[in-house]
């Protein structure tokens, strides 16, 4: 099948050090050379990149992690054909619009059956189980909330309930946004990693690279990374349970629904984990603050994080 990766932060991040190692696992140090795709959000614009080569030794592909790009929010794929020819119509992540949003969708896993695409004004173009399962799972948003965007908790409950039905014809696992949330949902892998002060170094899996982030961050900043597999060796990873949908804002931790069975006092449990601050972290302060604030004291730092 195919690899994902994740981001979510709090300032506009590069991204170059983890891709690094995620593009390796496209053709070089795993088999997932069938194409690769990269998404990105820029203010109020939506980026996507695409190419049917092998992310390992596609040029574009170096030029992206040379440029460094920074973005609050990205959604990388390395893609394992299983339904599809190799061909950029059938590389992830693929791109709609919706709310007056720009979503972006990446899976991984095989959906088997001749399960029905849920009716509405979203077609796929190519010819994957992935980008159908994104045209139904839009298509179900459409039906249930029509032209008016819900909150974030009523999104995060129809996806859950959209994947519960989905995972019934194979592995789900797959990251979704519309530019300020990264929404997860893990059917059999999915990871995380949280990046935050006191920053440390962090040496690729993929790869000899390391990189002390402590000296590209500031006690502020804040940083999910989320990935199929772990992409360091020294760092502190969350796997995923199967059934798990968990929705990042600006580097946080903002749902987790955990699957059924699970207790109220796990599910806080859980929270609390990924919620807790150090008491004297300047990191309270900032994120008392609302958005715009946080990002009038953003443009005036230093552009220097990197993920």
Not at 3 to 28: D, E, K, M, Y
Not at 172 to 197: I, K, M, P, W
Not at 276 to 284: A, E, G, I
């Amino acid at each position: 099948m195919c690899q994902l990766l994740g981001l979510s932060a709090n300032a506009p991040v590069s991204a170059a050090f983890s891709l690094g190692g995620f593009f390796l696992r496209g053709g070089a140090t795993d088999d997932h050379a069938d194409g690769w795709g990269l998404g990105y959000y820029q203010g109020d614009a939506c980026h996507l990149l695409t190419d049917a080569r092998a992310a390992a030794h596609s040029p574009l592909a170096s030029e992206v992690k040379a440029q460094a790009i920074r973005s609050r929010t990205l959604i990388a794929h390395v893609r394992k054909a299983t339904q599809g020819a190799v061909h950029l119509d059938n590389c992830h992540p693929f791109r709609r619009q919706l709310w007056g949003r720009t979503w972006l969708f990446a899976h991984n896993g095989d959906l088997k059956g001749d399960w029905p695409l849920w009716p509405g004004p979203f077609q796929p173009v190519g010819a994957t189980d992935s980008e159908r399962a994104f045209c139904s799972l839009l298509n179900g948003l459409v039906d249930r909330f029509g032209t008016i965007q819900p909150d974030r908790d009523q999104v995060a409950a129809a996806l859950r309930a959209s994947s519960q039905a989905f995972s019934q014809h194979g592995p789900f696992n797959f990251l979704l946004s519309e530019g300020d949330a990264l929404f997860a949902h893990c059917s059999t892998h999915l990871h995380f990693v949280q990046r935050n002060y006191p920053f440390t170094r962090a040496q690729l899996l993929d790869s000899d690279e390391s990189i002390d982030f402590a000296a590209h961050n500031a006690a502020h900043d804040r940083i999910v990374v989320v990935a199929t597999r772990p992409l360091t060796r020294d760092e502190c990873w969350t796997q995923m349970q199967p059934g798990q949908l968990e929705v990042f804002v600006r580097g946080t931790l903002v749902v987790a629904a955990l699957p059924l069975g699970h207790s109220n006092q796990r599910l806080n449990q859980h929270l609390n984990q990924h919620l807790n601050h150090h008491p004297n972290l300047p990191l309270n302060r900032y994120q008392a603050l609302n958005p715009q604030q946080q990002d009038q004291l953003q443009s005036a730092l230093p552009a220097a994080v990197i993920a």
